[in-house]
T-cell receptor, first 111, second 112 residues
Framework: KQEVTQIPAALSVPEGENLVLNCSFTDSAIYNLQWFRQDPGKGLTSLLLIQSSQREQTSGRLNASLDKSSGRSTLYIAASQPGDSATYLCAVETNDYKLSFGAGTTVTVRA | ETGVTQSPTHLIKTRGQQVTLRCSSQSGHNTVSWYQQALGQGPQFIFQYYREEENGRGNFPPRFSGLQFPNYSSELNVNALELDDSALYLC???????????FGSGTRLTVV
């Protein structure tokens, strides 16, 4: 059974600081890994999708890396802003047609 | 390009009742999945539908059932509601194969 862990559970940083969010998974047989953002009480917004054959993906201030063999992914957010405050979830897709999620990292960026 | 839409946004039901949640897939997507997210936790996979057939199921009892229609929209039905069914229910659509998922805004179900 795939287990996904996100560390830390919560993070508070001053505006402008870089954010580093970690995700680990137990089974390296994945199709892809996807990072999502969730605002309180809302749905999930996809940030980045990394296919199993890729090492990283970038979009604007966001960069995500994937090390499938060690079961790790890291999401970097450069020059954080108060608008980046949210919960960030990572999810891995496996060959049983489902996403397995971590519990998320709740980020607060202080102005 | 329209995204995934879910209805209703909020719902309050009494224990023992039945509920139906609805989802319209993103244009061009032929696969729909449902997830349950309890407060403070990550979403848990309920099931997935592809070409109107269930294509995978998580660890949920049979009182959780679903349908997918020819236009790829979907319903989640929950019978004999329990207090623990109170959660955010998320619908996600995708193309067949590992192509990433687009989620809707969710339906907040409260069972009292």
């Amino acid at each position: 059974k795939q287990e996904v862990t996100q560390i830390p559970a919560a993070l508070s940083v001053p505006e402008g600081e870089n954010l580093v969010l970690n995700c680990s998974f137990t089974d390296s047989a994945i199709y892809n890994l996807q990072w999502f953002r969730q605002d309180p009480g809302k749905g999930l917004t996809s940030l980045l999708l990394i296919q199993s054959s890729q090492r990283e993906q970038t979009s604007g201030r966001l960069n995500a890396s994937l090390d499938k063999s060690s079961g790790r992914s890291t999401l970097y957010i450069a020059a954080s802003q108060p608008g980046d405050s949210a919960t960030y979830l990572c999810a891995v897709e496996t060959n049983d047609y489902k996403l397995s999620f971590g519990a998320g990292t709740t980020v607060t960026v202080r102005a | 390009e329209t995204g995934v839409t879910q209805s209703p946004t909020h719902l309050i039901k009494t224990r023992g009742q039945q509920v139906t949640l609805r989802c319209s897939s993103q244009s061009g997507h032929n696969t729909v999945s449902w997830y349950q997210q309890a407060l403070g936790q990550g979403p848990q996979f309920i099931f997935q539908y592809y070409r109107e057939e269930e294509n995978g199921r998580g660890n949920f009892p049979p009182r959780f059932s679903g349908l997918q229609f020819p236009n790829y929209s979907s319903e989640l039905n929950v019978n004999a509601l329990e207090l623990d069914d109170s959660a955010l229910y998320l619908c996600a659509s995708s193309l067949a194969g590992p192509s990433g998922y687009t989620f809707g805004s969710g339906t907040r179900l409260t069972v009292v």
